[in-house]
């Protein structure tokens, strides 16, 4: 093995999943400039530093003009080669966002369409990206069997090393198992 | 929002918990040339082009000599500054594994020290690190619980722009959401 330091190899991007509980509706966006014009989740890369929810929590508003809180992260996607990093491998998070804002403004240069789409609808589409409908079907689970189903929630541990702090994203551990209480 | 291409802000890294479902055991290592001697998983920096499974049994292999295959993702850490990045940020995936072969020949270039531990030994001793003790909670609720209830699976998708293949790893999805029935 070698004993170099590491280099940045990976590119992180994030998508936010808006869904609205209340009305069962989650927030789709079509890009402009591309050949097939599918519905899928608003998102972009994270800047230096940029704490994955954050990152969602901002590419939602650039794009869409809604305002919205981290919930959860819900799946992460991986691939090499990618065409838009320069053959770079590309690290894309999606998140589940709970709306603090209802009405759309979206950026006409970064959007062709912005709307609020019914969640089934959107599961169960054909113009959409097979990952787009995969998280949606997710995302109906999760809503009609509750969302400790599918959610991956945070928690921030001290390094023992460096006096640093890591965000660390995983399933809910039941109370019994952090204090070793009745096992 | 800016137009240029994305770069590469990330190294990826990728931890291997190799747990033992008949006796119970899972493999840790302590590092060589740190001040506080924890046990922690076994893992490393994924190469160019490198999935995250392929990464996990590869360090594993390399650090302690144990044969693995990739069973699901736990968890994902992340953290900004990294004092072994440069100062870039640092992703790092905790993997699930399954031991094919159980003889430990350890690296003596990176450990120090290389067992198989209890499981709950590891989860509730002290000289191990805060994320170890929470991964190794987490595995004994998978454990007495199904590991349904923490594992992250993968499924493959194609990238309907560039003709390349996406990995997604999420909650399993019931079958029922798959395929519309009775919903």
């Known amino acids: 093995p070698s004993n170099l330091p590491g280099y940045a190899t990976h590119q992180v991007g994030v998508a936010g999943a808006v869904f609205d509980e209340d009305t069962g509706k989650v927030l789709v966006v079509q890009d402009r400039n591309k050949t097939v014009n599918s519905w899928k989740f608003p998102g972009g890369l994270s800047d230096h530093g940029e704490d994955i929810g954050i990152t969602a929590v901002r590419e939602v508003l650039e794009e869409t003009g809604i305002k919205s809180e981290f919930k959860s992260l819900l799946s992460i996607r991986q691939q090499h080669n990618h065409p838009g990093a320069f053959g770079k491998s590309d690290m894309y998070i999606i998140c589940r966002l709970k709306p603090l804002s209802y009405e759309i403004s979206f950026c006409p240069q970064e959007c062709l369409k912005c709307e609020w789409m019914d969640l089934k609808e959107l ?16 995302l109906l689970y999760g809503h009609k069997e509750g969302f400790h189903k599918i959610d991956l929630t945070i928690r921030t541990f001290p390094a023992i090393y460096s006096g ?5 994203y995983h399933k809910e551990l039941p109370e019994a198992y952090e204090t070793k209480r009745n096992l």
């Open 123 to 138: 599961a169960y589409c054909s113009n959409t990206t097979p990952i787009t409908s995969r998280i949606a079907k997710l």
């Open 164 to 168: 640093l702090f890591y965000s660390l």
